[in-house]
Every structure is written in structure tokens, then in C-alpha cells.
């Protein structure tokens, strides 16, 4: 057949062991060419394992390879199938256990118990033991570690850490073969599937990838966890490389940096409506100070920002936790190379920086001598102050403390936009059905007409920055004057102005959540309306509407939050919601970033 066969069972496990392998080795300083390598069992899945480790480097003459008889010897070698017969080592011993004196690597392919605990007694320094019997390994590791606390541990478990699991490459070797047009899966796209799951495992690791817990390369951490979403990243391209590389793919990749782009779809559920912050960011090299600048989440932000050139980051917090929490992370990132530091305890800009807060809010009742505490220990303020000063383009704040307080500090400081802005929030929920905008949903709690068509406005911008034309649909309990209330008669009011103030504004309104999401309820009050479909931007009558609808949809429908979004600043700030995750603070960096190229 002329498409891509792979028995995952076989060359999948052959390729997870040849990932640890190349990992274990490399951090123990040994050369793979070098490494004395042991194996009990000799089935498929063991001669895959044995072909692929020659694949990386191993030797042949230096592989030892047993069955349920013994060792494979020339002696054998008649005895035994040509694949088994392959590894026929010319010694007199018959057993595994006479030549485990100055292995490196133990291979189990067998069953529970086969590997004694005096058989790596005599392995060389830091062995690594693949004991990949299932359920219960060929050792299992709290005995291994008891007799050898050097030893380097892998099993097939997810009870334990470098579980060896074909899960880690199947399908992905498989959407870069299919992708590239490959016609066979050969020896150089599982090659190269190997280094890529390797190297990931040097990768820092986002929390909200679903790996559980923060992971460090070392013994514990060899390979990455099954779950680690950026596998697809990693192995479908170096797959669909080497399949053009080797001249198997019919249909080769033009673009790969975009074909890497596109496979972002199936991680960050964000991928694609935020590819054009992303894009409109890269490589601007904007300033983004980020209030909690020690906070785990802020530093593996900041490592994802660098990578993908979103901007260059300020974080305001001690210089020594933050080098101490980068360094425990295993963060690769490091302070003045790649990001700036704003000491709250020590930075000669300091009496600037409480001159500069007391002229903005001297009048407001903030003391000299408060001006100088806050700018000490309120990071928000000295993040802002950053802004107003032009040494910051934008803010990122909220992780601590209440909303409200962040946005009045930002508001005191950096200012709105215009006379006639006000600070809203804009929230993107991303759902199985569509991308949809809800506002005003942290800020203004009884919001006036005038100020829901402000928000609106600010609103249909955003969505513009987004490469989306807003369908806005104006929301209360009532359908286009079915009843009468303070609610549903500020709607219609809304209604009126913005199509003074915005004639091309596609909205509708006012009407129930229903009719805005289904076009066919809509005509049944009204057989010509402003759009057809669904609305993309919901605009709320009041905040309490907003904020409840917005944290209803996100847990019924398992939907992702974007934001908030804050609008009407001067300059871009931003506030997080507290339960944000690292990939969320590189959303809204890319956000606030973007939003800094037009100010």
C-alpha cells in the first residue's frame, strides 16, 4: 500500500524509549555510541525498541538481547528468527544476568519481576532502567532506587514519573506524515519524532497545559508527561520535515512556520482568534510591565512571550525571588538579557516616581506620605506611573486585590482615553458554537444609555483589532417593545442612539439572549433585521446582568475566557482575573501589545 502504516505498539514504544534514552544520556554525560545496553525480551516491540536506539546512535555490538531461553548468541543464532538472530552477540554467557556488569541502560520488554535487584547492582554509574512491563513492571522503582539511588527510572505507568507511553507520539507522527503526503513512515520521521519529544522535555512547562505539575528536566522529568498538548508542536512538523527531507512526501509543505501555526488550533483554544494580536505584536518589541512580576504564571508567561517576540517584559518585583523562582521553574529566561526589572524596594527612580503620583492625586485625598508608602509596596501604581512616565507601553495588573482598586489606580494615573471615554470591560468567551464578546462586564453597575453606547462603541473597536466585524445585539427581557421597564427602555434608547451615532454599526435591539443567538426567533418579531445569524457582541443593561450571564456561559459550556478587556484607557492596561493562567497573561500581553501600536 502506498500510505503511511506504523504499528504503534511496536515502533510508538521504540520511539518514546529511543526520546528517554537520547534525554538520560545527555544528562548524564555519556555517548550513546559508548553505552553497554541490556534487554530482556525479544519480542516486536523489543527488536522495534533495539532498531530505533541504533537509529539515535547505539552500536550493535553493544546491545545484549534476551529472551525466554537466554541471551542471543551465535550459538543460537540458527535457533532463533533472522530479527532476533540480528543481535546474536559471539560470548559463551547465556544469561542476562552474566552481562549486566557495566550496563548503562536496562531495557524490560518482558514480564513483572524479571529484573533482580542484584542484576543492577553491578550496572555502571547512573544506570537508566526501562522496566516497561505492564501493569507491574520487570522492577519495580522504589526497589530499583533502594539498591541503586542513581538510577534513572522509566516504567509504563502513570503512576510514576517518565511514564513511557506510545500515547506521546501517536497520532502526531501520524498528522505530519498525512499532512506532508508522506508514503511511508520511515526510519528518519520516527528519528526525528524522537529528538522532538526529547528536546520538549528541556522545554519550561505552562501550567495549564495538562501535565498536572510544574515540570523541571532531570531524572523525574526525562520525557514529557502524555498530556503535555504541545506535543502535536513539536512532533507533527519535524515529522512532516523529515518526510520532505528524505523525499517520501507527495505533497511537501510550503509555508512550515505557518503549518506550525495552523497546529495551534488543537492546543490553545484561543489560537486562532488571537493570531492577529499575535501577528500585529511580533516583533514591535513594545514595553509591557507586569504588576506581579514574581508570580509563577507571570514568569512562564514571560517565557512564552519572549519566544514568540510579543514584547518585552517589565517585571516589578525583587530581583532575587524572581531569579530564585526562574531558576525552581527551570525558566530559561534571565534578567537585563532578556527582561527589565522595576525593584519596589530599591530603584533609583523612586522619589520621580512619588513626585510624578503625588501631583496626580494629591487632590484626592492621598498624603505626601502615603504617596511614598504605596509607591513602596503597590505594585499597580508602580506599574501605572511606568506607563505615564513612557517607560512602559502597557500595563498588566490584578492577580492580587480587588478589581475595582486596580482599575481606579489605573484610572488616577494613566487616565482615559478622552473627555468623553469611561473605563469598561470587555470579555471574549470562546465556545464550542462561536466566538462571542460580552459588556460590560466588570465595570459601570447601572450603566446610563449615553455610557452603554460608549461601551458599545469602544467595544465594536476591539473587535476591529481582532479582525472581527461586530453583529451587536442589545439584550433585556424584552423583544423589540414587548414590555415596558427601566431596563428594557434604556435599551431601546441605545438603540436609537447608536444608530445616530454609528449608522454602519450592524446592531440590533432590544431583545431576549435567545433572539440574539437565533436569527429564525428573530424574524418571527421582525421579517428584516440589521444582520443575519448570530450576534457577536452582547452589550448588557446593567453589570449585574453582564457579570452573571458571562460566568454562567463560561462553566455550562466549558467555555475559554479572554480577559477582561479593559477599554477607555489612555494607554493599555489591563486587569487579570486571579484565576488566569500562564497562556490567558500571554493572551492579554499580546492584547496590550497590539493595542500599543495605535496609541
Known sequence: MNIPVFHDDQHGTAIIVAAAVLNAMKLVGKNIADVKICTSGAGAAAIACMNMLMTVGAQRENIYLADRQGLITKKRANSVDPWRGAFAQNIYATELAEVMSGADIYVGLSSAGAL?????????????????????PEIMPELAIAERPDAMICTGRSDYPNQVNNVLC?????????????????????????????????????????????????????????????????????VAQAAMDSGVSRRPIQDMRAYQDSLKRFVFRSGLVMKPMIERAQGQGKRIAF????DERVLRATQVI?????????LIGRPSVIEQRIERFGLTIRPDRDFDIINPEDDPRYRDYVSLFHNLVGRKGVSLDTARTLVRTNTTVIGALAVHRGEADALICGLQGSFIKHARDIRSIIGLADDSAQLSALSMLIMSKG???????YMNIDPTAGEIVQIAL?????????????????????????????????M??????????????????EMQG?????????ERYLSQTAFQGEANLLIFPSLEAANVSMTLLTELNNALAVGPILMGTKRPAHILAPSVTSRGIVNMSAIAAAEALAV
Open 514 to 522: 435567545d433572539l440574539a443567538i437565533n436569527s429564525a426567533l428573530r
Open 170 to 238: 501517536f497520532p502526531f507522527i501520524f498528522r505530519g506524515a498525512l499532512d506532508a503526503g508522506a508514503t511511508t513512515i520511515n526510519d528518519d520521521m520516527k528519528r526525528a519524532a524522537a529528538y522532538a519529544i526529547a528536546q520538549l522535555a528541556h522545554e519550561p512547562v505552562l501550567e495549564s497545559l495538562g501535565t498536572g505539575a510544574s515540570a523541571i528536566f532531570g531524572s523525574g522529568y526525562l520525557i514529557p508527561s502524555p498530556f503535555d498538548q504541545r506535543l502535536i508542536l513539536r512532533i507533527a512538523p519535524a
Open 291 to 294: 504588576a506581579d512580576g514574581e
Open 458 to 490: 469602544q467595544a465594536r473597536d476591539h473587535l476591529k483589532r481582532f479582525n472581527i466585524d461586530a453583529k451587536a445585539a442589545l439584550l433585556s427581557y424584552s423583544n423589540f417593545g414587548s414590555r415596558d421597564g427601566a431596563s428594557s427602555e434604556k
Open 435 to 441: 466566538v462571542f464578546f460580552l459588556a460590560d462586564t
Open 306 to 314: 519572549l519566544e514568540e517576540a510579543i514584547g518585552r517584559p517589565i
Open 492 to 509: 431601546r434608547a441605545v438603540y436609537s442612539l447608536l444608530k445616530q451615532a454609528a449608522p454602519d454599526l450592524l446592531v440590533e435591539g
Open 116 to 136: 533482580k535487584p542484584e542484576m543492577i547492582r553491578e550496572m555502571a554509574r547512573d544506570p537508566l532502567i526501562l522496566a516497561l512491563s505492564n501493569p507491574i
